[in-house]
């Protein structure tokens, strides 16, 4: 009978043991959850937080009595009616790229900036007709206002994935060009948040570059690169001599590099 007691005590202690062990790790869950939403909470909050500081950061101010008919900024001149021709040999293929300073104008932000239309045919058929939308201001530093994107593929329209224009839906202005460029020097080509945010670097001046078309000096070198697009990173030359873009180098593959075929005006 003891015995018997003795079993019948010791099983409700078992059970006891049990439930507080059960309880014991279910509070723990509960906690660990907790700790876990409140980090998700607080990740959350400081992304958020380091958004409208990015958005807020930025914030040029675009008045447009201070910008200038013409664009002459010297590593970046836009004079009617030139083209520029450049080839890339790529993993995909030929590809070749002609960029012409049309005489067109459009109106962003009360400015007259220039269309600038740039084509990319792979294997000679066309993979991405654009237009940017370029002016300067009476400094000399050359702004970008946005881009009317075109991408096909297999020669119909696909979509106008790329496209963005300063004043709309948050986007706003870059610069392209300054007008006094220093080693150091970094600034955003573009903002539209999530969607456009390349940014561009001075690496060097007084390069030295050769390319199809002939032999550069006192060249500018850049480094461009995106927020948003870890892949994009990209060493570019501009010289005096030909007032523009001479060379487009992949950091990552040096294969992939664009390259000044041809000039007309």
Known sequence: MRRDSKASDAAPASSNIGLRGGMIAAMRRASAVSIAVIGIALLGGFLYWWQRQSAEEYDPVIDPSSFVPSITNPYFTLVPGTKYFYESRTTDGVERIEVEVTGEQKQVLGIPVTVVRDRVYLDDVLVEDTGDWYAQDASGTVWYFGEDVSNYENGKLKDHAGA???????????????????????????????????????????????????????????????KIETTLQEYKYYCPAAGFLVKEENMSDSRETAELVNITK
């Open 164 to 226: 963005w224009e300063a004043g709309v839906d948050g986007a706003k202005p870059g610069i392209v060009m300054l007008a006094d460029p220093k080693t150091g020097d970094s600034y955003r080509q573009e903002y539209y948040r999530g969607k456009a945010e390349d940014m561009a670097d001075v690496v060097a001046l007084e390069k030295a570059v050769a390319v199809p078309y002939g032999s550069f000096t006192d060249c500018l070198q850049t480094r461009d690169w995106s």
